[in-house]
């Protein structure tokens, strides 16, 4: 069965830093992938995801996520955070042939500090 | 411009009580779906729907009923309700139409608590 893990359930960075968020999945072979972002009291919201073609893909708020196929992943980063990025991240994956049903990790929460 | 419409937003249950989630989409999609989220542990599929008149059960279907008689409506039945359902509950459609996934879009949530 498909399975995601996102390393850290909580992450806090300064503001300006790096952002990386970490996510790894298990498929038998290349899933579609997904990165959702959910503000508190909010649904989610589709940051980026991956089908084919470019393995770095490029989303909205300026992040982006590198699929590799050699270590199943596909981590989320940004190269400045800023305070508005502060907010619960999931990574999902989607069977090729699921009819869309996406897996969803645990989530990793992400502070961003002054 | 409305998108995925979740009522109510909050409710409170006793034990063995029943209600309905209503939900709502006009962005005309095939797709619809209802998930729980509880703390720490991610969104959990419940129940989909591909169309109209067709359903199927998701990882944790037992104490929920959907119908979707409409593209527009899919709503979430909970029958006697068990401490266990207290959770946010998220519904979510997408157009699936060419075999590759499409975005997801969510409601607002709705929060039940039951004591």
């Known amino acids: 069965a498909q399975s995601v893990t996102q390393l850290g359930s909580h992450v806090s960075v300064s503001e300006g830093a790096l952002v990386l968020l970490r996510c790894n999945y298990s498929?038998?072979?290349?899933?579609?992938l997904f990165w959702y972002v959910q503000y508190p009291n909010q649904g989610l919201q589709l940051l980026l995801k991956?089908?084919?073609?470019?393995?770095l893909v490029k989303g909205i708020n300026g992040f982006e996520a590198e699929f590799k196929k050699s270590e199943t992943s596909f981590h989320l980063t940004k190269p400045s955070a800023h305070m508005s990025d502060a907010a619960e991240y999931f990574c999902a994956v989607s069977d090729r042939g699921s009819q869309g049903n996406l897996i969803f990790g645990k989530g990793t929460k992400l502070s961003v500090k002054p | 411009n409305a998108g995925v419409t979740q009522t109510p937003k909050f409710r409170i249950l006793k034990i063995g009580q029943s209600m309905t989630l209503q939900c709502a989409q006009d962005?005309?999609?095939?797709?619809m779906y209802w998930y729980r989220q509880d703390p720490g542990m991610g969104l959990k599929l419940i129940y989909y729907s591909v169309g109209a008149g067709i359903t199927d059960k998701g990882e944790v279907p037992n104490g929920y009923n959907v119908s979707r008689s409409t593209t527009e409506d899919f709503p979430l039945r909970l029958e006697l309700a068990a401490p266990s359902q207290t959770s946010v509950y998220f519904c979510?459609?997408?157009?699936?139409?060419?075999?590759?996934?499409?975005?997801?879009?969510f409601g607002e949530g709705s929060r039940l608590t039951v004591l």
């Open positions: 962005m005309n999609h095939n797709y």
């Open positions: 991956y089908t084919t073609g470019a393995t």
């Open positions: 498929s038998s072979v290349p899933p579609y």
């Open positions: 979510a459609s997408s157009y699936l139409g060419t075999g590759l996934p499409g975005e997801l879009f």
